[in-house]
């Protein structure tokens, strides 16, 4: 069985980004960066209808899979990537609220190069210029995806977490 990879930030200040999840924040000398994806051959994009027994939209090599009972009616749901080198999806209907979370899974397996720290999962605005708080994300190396459960709809991104100092690809 492959091994999974828990994203666990550590203990901070004032500038943390925190979880919502009752998770640890990220702050002191550990930073979190947007994970840079060169030459994943999207941006992708796909559709579903989902309703109260459930499903999943698949978009490229990436899926969201709601659980039954998370939706009363069924729902048109978008999903696409954003243009650029972020691995980054944003979901329609805007503003979407699940009653049990659904489970989103980014692949970095068609990116170029792969990530130097522990790959989580972050909500975003919508310009991506605030990381605004941390999915639990799992990571798996094996089959190249970060996963994580996601309670509404908004700006998601693949993240990375650098011990003090960090280097950039």
């Known amino acids: 069985m492959p091994s999974m990879q828990t994203l666990v930030p550590v203990s901070g200040g004032h500038d943390s980004v925190t979880s919502g999840h009752g998770w640890p924040t990220l702050a002191g000398s550990d930073t979190l960066t947007y994970f840079t994806c060169s030459d994943s051959r999207g941006p992708y994009s796909g559709a579903a209808v989902i309703g109260p027994a459930g499903g999943t939209v698949v978009?490229?090599?990436h899926s969201l899979t709601v659980p039954a009972g998370a939706?009363?009616?069924n729902t048109?749901?978008?999903a696409a990537t954003l243009h650029?080198?972020?691995l980054a999806v944003t979901f329609g209907p805007a503003g979407l609220h699940f009653a049990q979370p659904a489970t989103l899974v980014l692949s970095y397996s068609r990116c170029q190069v792969g990530p130097a720290g522990p790959l989580g999962i972050v909500?975003?605005?919508d310009g991506m210029t605030q990381m605004i708080?941390?999915?639990p994300s799992k990571e798996n190396g094996s089959t190249k995806v970060v996963q994580g459960p996601i309670?509404?709809?908004?700006v998601y991104a693949a993240s990375e977490s650098r011990s003090g100092g960090?280097?950039?690809h």
């Open 59 to 61: 978009f490229g090599p």
């Open 166 to 168: 960090g280097h950039d």
């Open 71 to 73: 939706l009363q009616t």
């Open 151 to 154: 309670t509404h709809f908004s």
């Open 84 to 86: 650029g080198d972020t």
């Open 133 to 135: 708080e941390l999915v």
């Open 76 to 78: 048109a749901i978008t």
């Open 123 to 125: 909500f975003a605005n």
